[in-house]
């Protein structure tokens, strides 16, 4: 049976309700989140057995965290508790042309703090066929890169299947430490999964033609991107979701994926944004899906994006669909009909 581990930081949302902005805010609604707890109940929803991995205080809002993961039937088991905080991202939802807005409060967070000695990757890894983590975890501390990086070179010595999503984060890191720590991370990746602003970010790979600001996307300057960061790191796979920007309420959506040899591109779907908080996650999940399933490169791709298209319409960080939700509209019933 396939198995997944996912690793990284889970934490407390706090959002005012609705379109209210900080400053009018006068309650907020407590979630919690982050990417690969997104992926690992994601997956959990489609099926998979789902393994998350992270660090968190042995008190009751660090067990509210393990308690959400075990709802979706996340394995928890292998999560290492201990440390003081649970870091905790406050949200600011945008509506037309007034972008959505993210402040973290995640400092010296558990897994921020973590020490390699915390996790026994030998038996974490036991029976476990692919590990996903993102740019993100690396991002948090030295510390939390160190762990990262122990995990990849554990994952590969056991040849398991290694995804990444880039997820560059200007809040935490600049570009030069991104590209510094990533590169030592990326050559121990299979298939590697970027937004179309993640590869100029990271590691100036640039798209031609494109102004992600205006909405405008060249899919030939995809194709040369894709290309690049295949070269450049041995990947298998190298996937990317293309965001048209409208405006924070709609958007045009679709993906693309190279496996070294040809590139595949999805449908795009035309959305009307409910939260957008983890859809790129619900891409990677997707995408993990399909390929655990043997499904060929259009098939996964088309399931990869159907499913974010999907969580872009769901309030909180957790994609809440059914593969056969998703396969109904990867298969062309975008209708919204009431479903008796």
């Given at each position: 049976m396939n198995k997944v581990i996912t690793f990284g930081e889970i934490m407390l949302r706090l959002a005012p309700v609705g379109y209210y902005r900080f400053v009018q805010a006068g309650s907020y609604g407590a979630t919690y989140g982050g990417g690969e707890a997104n992926v690992a109940i994601a997956l959990a929803n489609f099926g998979i057995a789902t393994a998350f991995v992270t660090k968190l205080p042995k008190h009751e809002i660090g067990q509210a965290a393990v308690n959400t993961l075990r709802q979706f039937g996340v394995d928890t088991s292998m999560i290492v508790r201990g440390g003081d905080r649970v870091g905790i991202y406050y949200l600011e939802k945008g509506a037309a042309q007034r972008a959505s807005k993210v402040i973290y409060d995640r400092s010296h967070s558990a897994i921020a703090d973590a020490e390699t000695s915390d996790f026994n990757w030998d038996?974490?890894?036991?029976?476990?066929?692919?590990?996903?983590?993102?740019?993100?975890?690396?991002?948090?501390?030295?510390?939390?890169?160190?762990?990262?990086?122990?995990?990849?070179?554990?994952?590969?010595?056991?040849?398991?299947?290694?995804?990444?999503?880039?997820?560059?984060?200007?809040?935490?890191?600049?570009?030069?430490?991104?590209?510094?720590?990533?590169?030592?991370?990326?050559?121990?990746?299979?298939?590697?999964?970027?937004?179309?602003?993640?590869?100029?970010?990271?590691?100036?790979?640039?798209?031609?033609?494109?102004?992600?600001?205006?909405?405008?996307?060249?899919?030939?300057?995809?194709?040369?991107?894709?290309?690049?960061?295949?070269?450049?790191?041995?990947?298998?796979?190298?996937?990317?979701?293309?965001?048209?920007?409208?405006?924070?309420?709609?958007?045009?959506?679709?993906?693309?994926?190279?496996?070294?040899?040809?590139?595949?591109?999805?449908?795009?779907?035309?959305?009307?944004?409910?939260?957008?908080?983890?859809?790129?996650d619900s891409f990677g999940a997707g995408l993990i899906y399909g390929s655990l399933q043997g499904w060929s490169s259009q098939e996964t791709l088309e399931f990869a994006v159907a499913a974010s298209c999907l969580k872009h319409s769901i309030e909180g960080d957790f994609n809440m669909v059914s593969v056969d939700e998703v396969k109904k509209l990867a298969g062309g019933d975008a209708s919204g009909r009431v479903q008796r």
């Amino acid at each position: 049976m396939n198995k997944v581990i996912t690793f990284g930081e889970i934490m407390l949302r706090l959002a005012p309700v609705g379109y209210y902005r900080f400053v009018q805010a006068g309650s907020y609604g407590a979630t919690y989140g982050g990417g690969e707890a997104n992926v690992a109940i994601a997956l959990a929803n489609f099926g998979i057995a789902t393994a998350f991995v992270t660090k968190l205080p042995k008190h009751e809002i660090g067990q509210a965290a393990v308690n959400t993961l075990r709802q979706f039937g996340v394995d928890t088991s292998m999560i290492v508790r201990g440390g003081d905080r649970v870091g905790i991202y406050y949200l600011e939802k945008g509506a037309a042309q007034r972008a959505s807005k993210v402040i973290y409060d995640r400092s010296h967070s558990a897994i921020a703090d973590a020490e390699t000695s915390d996790f026994n990757w030998d038996v974490i890894f036991k029976d476990v066929s692919w590990f996903h983590f993102t740019g993100i975890t690396p991002a948090l501390s030295d510390k939390a890169a160190a762990v990262t990086m122990e995990a990849v070179k554990a994952a590969k010595g056991k040849n398991i299947t290694v995804s990444c999503d880039l997820n560059y984060r200007k809040n935490l890191w600049s570009r030069e430490k991104a590209k510094e720590v990533m590169g030592r991370l990326v050559p121990y990746v299979d298939i590697c999964i970027a937004n179309e602003e993640d590869a100029s970010d990271v590691f100036g790979i640039k798209a031609k033609n494109t102004d992600v600001n205006s909405g405008a996307l060249n899919r030939e300057g995809y194709k040369e991107v894709a290309k690049a960061l295949t070269d450049r790191f041995g990947f298998k796979k190298t996937a990317i979701t293309l965001r048209e920007s409208i405006s924070a309420n709609d958007n045009n959506w679709g993906g693309m994926l190279f496996d070294g040899k040809d590139y595949f591109f999805s449908r795009n779907y035309a959305i009307h944004i409910v939260d957008r908080v983890g859809g790129g996650d619900s891409f990677g999940a997707g995408l993990i899906y399909g390929s655990l399933q043997g499904w060929s490169s259009q098939e996964t791709l088309e399931f990869a994006v159907a499913a974010s298209c999907l969580k872009h319409s769901i309030e909180g960080d957790f994609n809440m669909v059914s593969v056969d939700e998703v396969k109904k509209l990867a298969g062309g019933d975008a209708s919204g009909r009431v479903q008796r």
